[in-house]
C-alpha cells in the first residue's frame, strides 16, 4: 500500500452541484498532484501543490479549485459540476519534485464521482 | 506531436511470451520517465523509473532512447497476473514540474 488515502470512495452527484473530494498524502511528502481519469483514458493532469501553493495547472476550468493543508493533505473542488465530470479522480502525492521534471509519485485508490 | 503517445492495444499474448511496449514523448528535456501499472479499477502503480539509459528488476526492463525520444517496456516470460494497463509517463514542457501520462497500452496474457 503507499499509504495515500483519498474520501469518499465512491459519490453520486446532480448537474450544477458542488463536490469536495480530500486526500491524505504518503507520510514525509509535501507535494499532492490530482488527476482526473475517464474510462479507457490516462490520467490527466488537473494541478499541483507544493507547500500549500499550487504549483502548476493543467487545462481545467477554474471551477476546479484545490487546497492543501500544513499536513500536506489536500482538497479538490468541482463547482457547477457537469456530466462531463463524470470520472475517476486520483491524487497522488511524492516529495519535491526535481528541477528537471516529475518524481515518483505515489497514488490514492480514488474517488469515483457519477454526476447525473 | 502529443506530448506522450503509446499503442492502446491490446496486446494479447500467451504465457510465457515476450511482450515490448513503446513510448514517444514530446519533450526533449525530459529526464526522469516512468512506467505505471494499472489493473481494472483500481489506481496506477509504480513499476519502475528511468532516469538514464535504462532499468531492470526481475523480468521488466524499461530502456531510454534520448535520440528518438522513446522508451520502451520489455516484460519476459509473461505471467497471467502480468494482465493490466501499462501507462508511460513523462514530464513536459509545460513551465513547471508536471508529468504527462500516456492513454496506456493493454496487455492481456492468455493462458
Known amino acids: 500500500e503507499t499509504g495515500v488515502t483519498q474520501s469518499p470512495t465512491h459519490l453520486i452527484k446532480t448537474r450544477g452541484q458542488q463536490v469536495t473530494l480530500r486526500c491524505s498524502s504518503q507520510?514525509?511528502?509535501?507535494?499532492v498532484s490530482w488527476y482526473q481519469q475517464a474510462l479507457g483514458q490516462g490520467p490527466q493532469f488537473i494541478f499541483q501543490?507544493?507547500?500549500?501553493?499550487?504549483?502548476g495547472r493543467g487545462n481545467f476550468p477554474p471551477r476546479f479549485s484545490g487546497l492543501q493543508f500544513p499536513n500536506y493533505s489536500s482538497e479538490l473542488n468541482v463547482n457547477a459540476l457537469e456530466l462531463d465530470d463524470s470520472a475517476l479522480y486520483l491524487c497522488?502525492?511524492?516529495?519535491?519534485?526535481?528541477?528537471?521534471?516529475?518524481?515518483?509519485?505515489?497514488f490514492g485508490p480514488g474517488t469515483r464521482l457519477t454526476v447525473l | 506531436r502529443k506530448e506522450v503517445e503509446q499503442d492502446p492495444g491490446p496486446f494479447n499474448v500467451p504465457e510465457g511470451a515476450t511482450v515490448a511496449f513503446n513510448c514517444t514523448y514530446s519533450?526533449?528535456?525530459?529526464?526522469?520517465f516512468f512506467w505505471y501499472r494499472q489493473d481494472c479499477r483500481k489506481e496506477p502503480k509504480l513499476l519502475m523509473s528511468?532516469?538514464?539509459s535504462g532499468n531492470e528488476d526481475g523480468r521488466f526492463t524499461a530502456q531510454l532512447n534520448r535520440a528518438s525520444q522513446y522508451i520502451s517496456l520489455l516484460i519476459r516470460d509473461s505471467k497471467l497476473s502480468d494482465s493490466a494497463t501499462y501507462l508511460c509517463?513523462?514530464?513536459?514542457?509545460?513551465?513547471?514540474?508536471?508529468?504527462?501520462f500516456g492513454t496506456g497500452t493493454k496487455l492481456q496474457v492468455i493462458p
Open positions: 497522488a502525492s511524492s516529495l519535491e519534485v526535481s528541477a528537471k521534471g516529475g518524481n515518483e509519485q505515489f
Open positions: 509517463v513523462a514530464p513536459n514542457s509545460g513551465g513547471y514540474q508536471k508529468v504527462t
Open positions: 507520510s514525509g511528502h509535501n507535494t
Open positions: 519533450n526533449s528535456a525530459s529526464q526522469s
Open positions: 501543490y507544493y507547500r500549500e501553493e499550487e504549483n
Open positions: 528511468v532516469y538514464s
